[in-house]
């Protein structure tokens, strides 16, 4: 038999965001390096982590690295993005479902534009804690620190984040790396901090269960099982569930993570669920499991969306309403009519608010991320505002 899953520390899925080059990458690899020298992971070195492969997960294509550690207490899934764009594509979809955010600000050049861009961003998608990693302290004047401290705390109040208690430690993810002990220990109180100060995100767990159906397997003599990454709420075995999009209700007869049978699962884990009675060609990917009249999906929704210029990828001409791109809505791929609101156009690099008509009901509510993509490639990023 196999072994059961045994969920000793909560998990919480973290990330670094900050100015090109202020150093997250290096600081991603001193975290891990640290970490597995206390016996609590893997280090991971920068060139793994800087050139992760793409991802196309969710249909679109995401430059995002994944790595796992554990402190005394927690067990973590850590985000890093290697440019301005992913940030705006990631955080903007809610693909990297940050409960929390490392904003790493290099201590000799203070705040930069992308700093500040990713704390109007983290502060749109809902990351209500950040905690600073004044980095490459090891370089700085302390004066000119001193400063950058301040600026960095103004920063964070003029967005709602209480500057004045948001933890900032002064590291070196570079010496830490190379095992220097001061900045060690350092990377130690960073990784306290964000123990300490950023909260478990409890509402998920409780709340009705939702599961985005990422894809779906026939195990020979068990039935259909679909696999993804649970959004909210438990599940255990035995619980009836309603697959939207197939119009199925059923109930779950096996519970998996990583292979490992389990009793209940939880928001932020990933499992396969095997689903009694449903044929393989009735679920798709971008269906939705929930708990039974949980959710009503509809069409119409507003939302605000980012135009991406032409430079990160994005098109090079306005648009305007009758637009009909494809939308990326948790799992699911639809198409749909965009309403700009009479003549409005909107540039590439324009922030928008639009209505959307979208070709069948899928769940939606206010919060959700999304993208948006035109002849295979990702031209928007945008955050449903209302639903109807
Ligand atoms: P990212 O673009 O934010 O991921 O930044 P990187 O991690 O790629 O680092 C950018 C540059 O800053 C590299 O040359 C690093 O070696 C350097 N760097 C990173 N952290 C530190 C640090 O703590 N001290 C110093 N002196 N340099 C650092
Ligand atoms: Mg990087």
Not at 190 to 197: C, F, G, N, P, W
């Given at each position: 038999p196999k072994t059961a899953y045994v969920r000793t520390k909560p998990h919480l899925n973290i990330g670094t965001m900050g100015h090109v080059d202020h150093g997250k990458t290096t600081l991603t690899a001193a975290i891990t390096k640290v970490l597995a020298e206390r016996g609590s992971g893997t280090y991971v070195p920068f060139d793994r982590i800087d050139r992760a492969p793409e991802e196309a997960a969710r249909g679109i294509t995401i430059?995002?690295?994944?790595?796992?550690?554990?402190?005394?207490?927690?067990?973590?899934?850590?985000?890093?993005?290697?440019?301005?764009?992913?940030?705006?594509?990631?955080?903007?979809t809610g693909a990297a479902q940050l409960d929390g955010a490392i904003l790493v600000v290099s201590a000799l050049d203070g705040i930069m534009p992308q700093t500040a861009e990713h704390v109007l961003l983290a502060r749109q998608v809902g990351v209500d804690h950040i905690v600073v990693a004044l980095n490459k302290a090891d370089a700085g004047d302390e004066e000119l620190t001193d400063l950058v401290e301040l600026e960095v705390r103004e920063l964070l109040t003029s967005h709602g984040y209480g500057g004045d208690s948001v933890p900032v430690v002064r590291v070196s993810g570079l010496r830490a790396l190379e095992g220097d002990p001061r900045w060690t220990e350092?990377?130690?109180?960073?990784?306290?901090?964000?123990?300490?100060?950023?909260?478990?995100?409890?509402?998920?767990?409780?709340?009705p269960f939702l599961l985005?159906?990422?894809?779906?397997?026939?195990?020979?003599?068990?039935?259909?099982?679909?696999?993804?990454?649970?959004?909210?709420?438990?599940?255990?075995v035995g619980d009836r569930v309603e697959v939207l999009g197939a119009a199925v209700d059923t109930v779950v007869t096996g519970l998996e993570t990583f292979g490992k049978p389990m009793a209940e699962a939880q928001a932020g884990d990933s499992v396969a669920l095997l689903l009694r009675g449903v044929p393989r060609d009735a679920v798709r990917r971008g269906h939705i499991v929930a708990a039974p009249g949980s959710v009503v999906p509809s069409r119409r929704f507003s939302a605000q969306v980012y135009v991406l210029s032409a430079g990160e990828g994005g098109r090079t001409t306005p648009v305007s309403t009758g637009y009909r791109p494809q939308f990326y809505i948790r799992t699911a791929d639809v198409v749909g009519d965009v309403d700009l609101g009479g003549s409005a156009v909107a540039r590439p690099g324009d922030t928008v608010t639009m209505t959307v008509e979208l070709g069948r009901d899928v769940p939606l509510e206010p919060g959700l991320g999304f993208a948006i993509r035109e002849g295979g490639r990702t031209v928007g990023a945008g955050t449903v505002t209302a639903v109807g």
């Open positions: 430059n995002i690295a994944h790595v796992e550690y554990e402190t005394d207490t927690r067990h973590y899934a850590h985000v890093d993005m290697p440019g301005h764009a992913d940030y705006v594509k990631n955080m903007v350092a990377i130690g109180a960073l990784l306290d901090a964000v123990d300490t100060y950023v909260p478990m995100p409890e509402r998920y767990v409780d709340a985005p159906v990422e894809n779906v397997l026939t195990i020979t003599g068990r039935g259909t099982v679909v696999t993804g990454a649970v959004e909210r709420g438990t599940i255990r």
